[in-house]
């Protein structure tokens, strides 16, 4: 190694930006201990009340939807990821692999509210599936898919699926394809190769996806708050209404803290399967 | 090799798989496309007439052309300062070994994986804590740690393709590091650099969940605008900025696919 050139002003920025960002970290921290002063952005003194109030039945239910629409839409972007990844990765003309790798990330550059807005065309009761069910006389009033657990979480998993497609991508790029040929050559079928070669090697995208995935909708805010119309409340919708609408900011900062408590949680556990996968592997 | 009709069936399946799965990433973006040339002022399907009024009147809208005008300056601002800090940070925890590395890869990473809703409340907490006021700076500072993560990746996926052996010929004939970074290193690392500015400006321009805790009235972006529209009103404007909005990107990505080659940014193709 010897000589690290420049390494001062290599760091020095980039330190001073994760320093900024630990403050404000440690500001949420901070103010989840605070009591609330009604009427007032001052906080009072040190007080364990915010996170006993999370445990009345309002906010208990909103954690556990919240937790069961991250498990959801993890589930099934990993089931329309993988397809899309495989025939991605395994594209033979060019052409073709640029046309899957621009549709699969163009919804991630959009942004939460333009990529809402548009499933509110395709879900609201005058919008595109009611529209053409009425028109094709399948239907004779509009189904309700707004406000809805379900609408929420078909909007959620579209959201969710070009992170899952770009790092299942990432994944199956790196297995080496010799294995499959050598699979290929020893008589395995494309089914058996894929099933006992591909999949387990690409186990540890999946783990990483399906966890980047679940903190990914945990984040979601637009989406949960313009289809699921305050009827479907994800902990982002609740830390916005506490902080904006009640000013309650020590109970905003207690929500938040328990929800990156839950997502490094998540995390935490896909990394020990990952790490148990690798072990397996050596 | 020769297909079975089982295999051959099952290949057909998988690509009508694939078809489904991309028309499902397409349907609202084309759906919405649609309804933006509509003649009515409430969303209906099938569109009843075509109409470039709400076009008009999303372009003229006072709130979405300051929303612009923001959002470029922050755009701007955040993804050119993320670039710098970025790259630098790359660079160092790619190649050297240094006390703290870990913890600054993990810290500057962080922010993917943090709720944006949090480190919204965060920053706006930390600015009322300092006695700052909602400012531009505070936008901009928000953005570059929400932006870094893609810069660091775009960077170092660009690091690891880069052939060291220039750089060591470069020092071998007796370039000073200094010469070797600003005429090998970085000249050869622009597309990844290009790629890494680029992805950051187009996902501060869009960021929104932690744009909303952070800006004012008087700072809000476009996201922010187009949210307070949508709870408002009903008339396909949105639809038609939404239009506008999905053939911007759309575009930029396939030029930075033609151009920078999308997949080796994104690290899901290798190879030179």
Redesign the interface.
């Known amino acids: 190694m010897g000589k690290r050139p420049f390494l001062g002003w290599f760091v020095t920025p980039g330190a001073l930006c994760a320093l900024g960002f630990a403050a404000a970290m440690a500001a949420v921290l901070q103010y989840a201990f605070r009591a609330h002063i009604p009427g007032s952005l001052e906080v009072g003194g040190f007080t364990w009340a915010n996170f006993e109030g999370m445990l009345r039945p309002l906010y208990a239910t909103v954690f556990l939807q919240t937790v069961w629409l991250c498990a959801l839409t993890a589930f099934f972007s990993l089931l329309l990821g993988y397809p899309l990844a495989h025939a991605l990765v395994h594209a033979r003309s060019t052409a073709w692999k640029s046309v899957l790798l621009v549709v699969a990330v163009t919804p991630l550059f959009l942004g939460e509210v333009v990529r809402t807005y548009s499933w509110l065309t395709v879900l609201g009761n005058s919008g595109f599936v009611n529209g053409a069910l009425l028109w094709l006389g399948l239907i004779d009033g509009p189904i309700q898919f707004m406000f809805t657990r379900f609408g929420v979480a078909l909007a959620l998993v579209h959201v969710t699926l070009p992170v899952m497609v770009i790092m299942l991508a990432a994944a199956l790029s790196h297995i080496d394809r010799d294995y499959e040929r050598a699979a290929h050559s020893l008589g395995a079928g494309p089914v058996r190769s894929f099933l006992t070669v591909t999949l387990p090697l690409s186990m540890p995208g999946i783990l990483a996806g399906t966890g980047t995935a679940f903190a990914w909708t945990f984040s979601a805010f637009a989406t949960p708050q313009i289809i699921g119309g305050g009827r479907v409340n994800m902990v982002s919708n609740l830390v916005y209404q506490l902080g904006f609408s009640s000013f309650n900011f020590p109970f905003a900062a207690s929500l938040s803290i328990v929800g990156l408590a839950l997502t490094a949680a998540v995390l935490g556990l896909l990394r020990i399967g990952t790490m148990r996968l690798e072990r397996v592997g050596t | 090799?020769t297909l079975g009709p089982g295999?051959r069936a099952?290949q057909v399946g998988?690509r009508l798989?694939?078809l489904a799965?991309?028309g499902?990433?397409?349907?609202?973006?084309v759906?919405?496309s649609i309804?933006a040339f509509s003649d009515r002022a409430?969303?209906?399907?099938?569109p009843t007439g075509f109409s470039w009024r709400w076009f008009e009147k999303a372009l003229t809208y006072e709130d979405f052309q300051q929303g612009v005008r923001n959002g470029a300056i922050v755009m701007l601002l955040a993804s050119s300062i993320a670039l710098?800090?970025?790259t630098?940070?790359a660079?160092?925890i790619d190649r050297?070994?240094?006390r703290?590395r870990a913890l600054?890869q993990a810290?500057?990473l962080?922010?993917?994986?943090?709720?944006?809703?949090?480190?919204g409340?965060?920053?706006?907490?930390?600015a009322?804590?300092i006695g700052m006021a909602r400012t531009y700076t505070l936008v901009v500072?928000c953005h570059?740690?929400l932006v870094?993560p893609f810069v660091l990746r775009s960077v170092t996926v660009s690091l690891r393709n880069l052939d060291g052996r220039l750089e060591q010929a470069a020092a071998s004939l007796g370039a000073s590091?200094?010469r070797v970074?600003f005429t090998v290193t970085l000249p050869l690392l622009a597309p990844g650099l290009a790629g890494g500015w680029l992805?950051a400006a187009?996902?501060s321009?869009?960021?929104?969940?932690a744009s909303?805790?952070v800006t004012a009235q008087r700072t809000q972006t476009l996201?922010v605008a187009?949210?307070n529209y949508?709870r408002e009103y009903a008339d396909p404007s949105?639809?038609a900025?939404?239009a506008i909005?999905?053939a911007v990107?759309?575009l930029?990505?396939?030029l930075a696919?033609r151009f920078l080659g999308?997949?080796r940014i994104?690290?899901?193709?290798?190879g030179r």
């Open positions: 090799m295999l099952l998988l798989l694939v799965i991309i499902f990433i397409l349907l609202p973006s759906v919405v309804a409430i969303l209906t399907f099938p710098v800090i970025g630098g940070a660079m160092a050297y070994r240094f703290g600054l810290m500057l962080s922010p993917l994986v943090v709720p944006h809703f949090t480190v409340l965060g920053f706006l907490i930390l009322a804590q500072a570059v740690v870094l590091p200094r970074l992805f187009i996902l321009f869009n960021e929104f969940t909303l805790f996201p187009m949210y949508v949105m639809a900025l939404s909005y999905i990107t759309a930029l990505l396939v696919n999308l997949g994104l690290g899901v193709e290798h």
